[in-house]
């Protein structure tokens, strides 16, 4: 069965530098979340979307932005990161915001220097 | 809003020993619990999930819990551990209607042989 596809799977960037995370749902989902795990950290949530348009925020900060296209995949773009940013970035889909056939995506790694 | 505690953020049980990782939880509606699996550089991956009716919960690999609205709980347990269950456990919970998820801290498991 199709999963939620996460790329890259990991990623390294320097302090102030931009990163661009894609998250492809599984097909026929429209919500999309996002989550943040730092290291030894428990996932935080950070936004969503459903059908196209942002449903929730949580802890993102004002350097994050994310969308969802056309085709229900979204990108999560982090401008300036900082060293504190260095986390598993997961995205998770569902279909009508149901908790119902909830799943996660293996994550992209992001490493700050 | 929602919260999640989970006693012990390390467990050591031995193999063929009896599993019980603990999760409280705190919500002003009734809430879908979540137990979820993070095996190293890996995504989270679904154990079981209670939403309505039966408050004992059957998951996969031979773990099951049971909701305790009286207790706030939502412990997880397996009869008899197994080496390929030592890793990242979380419980997690959600408002009915609102599809956030709120994690606990985690707890790490590890099998002793």
């Known amino acids: 069965a199709a999963g939620v596809i996460q790329s890259p799977r990991h990623l390294i960037k320097e302090k102030r530098e931009t990163a661009t995370l894609k998250c492809y749902p599984i097909p026929r989902h429209d919500t999309v979340y996002w989550y943040q795990q730092g290291p030894g950290q428990d996932p935080q949530f950070l936004i969503s979307f459903y059908e196209k348009m942002q449903s929730d925020k949580g802890s993102i900060p004002d350097r994050f932005s994310a969308q969802q296209f056309s085709d229900y995949h979204s990108e999560l773009n982090m401008s300036s990161l900082e060293l504190g940013d260095s986390a598993l970035y997961f995205c998770a889909s569902t279909k009508g915001g149901s908790l119902y056939g909830y799943t996660f995506g293996s994550g992209t790694r992001l490493t700050v220097v | 809003a929602q919260s999640v505690t989970q006693l012990g953020s390390h467990v050591s049980v031995s193999e063929g020993a009896l599993v019980l990782l603990r999760c409280n939880y705190s919500?002003?509606?009734?809430?879908?619990l979540f137990w979820y699996v993070q095996y190293p550089n890996q995504g989270l991956q679904l154990l079981l999930k209670y939403t309505t009716g039966a408050t004992l919960v059957k998951g996969i690999n031979g773990f099951e819990a049971e909701f305790k609205k009286s207790e706030t709980s939502f412990h997880l347990t397996k009869p008899s551990a197994h080496m390929s269950d030592a890793a990242e456990y979380f419980c997690a919970v959600s408002d009915r209607g609102n599809e956030k998820l709120t994690f606990g801290t985690g707890t790490r498991l590890t099998i002793i042989p």
């Open positions: 919500s002003s509606v009734p809430p879908y």
